[in-house]
């Protein structure tokens, strides 16, 4: 059956509004070219209905995570909500929810198709250290096409205090992650494609082929420096970006 853009995004849409985002009759039938676009329409469907693009995630971009997923490449998703560092969510707030630490990047140029890296890193003012928050809304390794319509597990972000990129060497960043004050994780920068800006050189090749681009304004998440990690009710999460700042968040128990 030829896919039908429009009834797939309607498809979704209802499924979502009735609690639903890995909707099954979908599972093993998307491209992912084709689950980018039921999630670019349900965006701009949220959107319609007064919510606001703010940027774009990049996921799957270092090799831990790549392995704990079972996929290979870049993906890319749309951030849509943020909450500043110290934010506590309810325990009943977020759908099996978990954390990755990235560099979140400002861009204040707009950036599209083939760019090179001095273009990138020129478009880039601010860098946060920052948490995406996730949600495991359905089986992203088993179904990673239906994982993608659904907006890549995207659910906010959380951004510490920005410094200027200026002459960040992003690569060479150390992250240190502790959970309930118990390192569990450290990580660099190269980690991340090679260096955080190369996911945004990705981001704006990637959009091109589905007619859009990164705008002055936009935060992009660079992807996560470690593996992906579970929040339980209880836990508090920090993460120190050294030279750049730290971050952190919390679940009531």
């Known amino acids: 059956m030829a896919f039908d853009e429009q009834e ?73 909500d943020h909450r500043a ?22 861009v204040n140029q707009d950036l599209s198709g ?24 359905g089986d992203l390794s088993a179904q990673i096409a239906v994982a993608m319509a659904d907006n890549a597990q995207q659910k906010t972000i ?21 959970i309930n004050g118990k390192t569990v994780a450290t990580g660099r920068g190269g980690a991340v494609l090679g260096n955080p800006i190369n996911s945004v050189i990705w981001l704006a090749r990637k959009l091109a082929e589905f007619g859009r681009s990164i705008r002055a304004g936009d935060l992009i998440m660079s992807g996560s420096f470690t593996r992906q990690f579970p929040i339980e009710p209880g836990d508090r999460v920090h993460a120190d970006f050294k030279g750049v700042g730290d971050v952190q968040t919390a679940m009531l128990a």
């Open 114 to 137: 083939e760019i090179s890296m001095l273009t990138a890193r020129n478009a880039i003012d601010r860098v946060y250290p920052s948490l995406e928050i996730i949600e495991t809304r």
């Open 8 to 80: 797939a995004i309607g498809d979704f849409w209802l499924a979502r509004v009735r609690g639903e985002y890995f909707p099954p009759e979908w599972f093993d039938r998307l491209t992912l070219d084709e689950a980018y676009r039921i999630q670019l329409g349900i965006i701009a469907r949220r959107c319609a209905s007064g919510e606001k693009q703010i940027g774009w995630k990049v996921g799957l971009t270092a090799e831990p995570i790549q392995q704990q997923f079972g996929f290979h490449e870049p993906v890319f998703g749309c951030i849509l």
């Open 158 to 178: 959380i951004l510490g205090n920005s410094v200027p990129l200026d002459g960040l060497g992003l690569h060479g960043i150390e992250a240190t992650i502790q």
């Open 85 to 106: 560092s110290g934010h506590v969510f309810r325990r009943d707030e977020l759908i099996r929810p978990g954390f990755e630490p990235e560099l979140c990047l400002r």
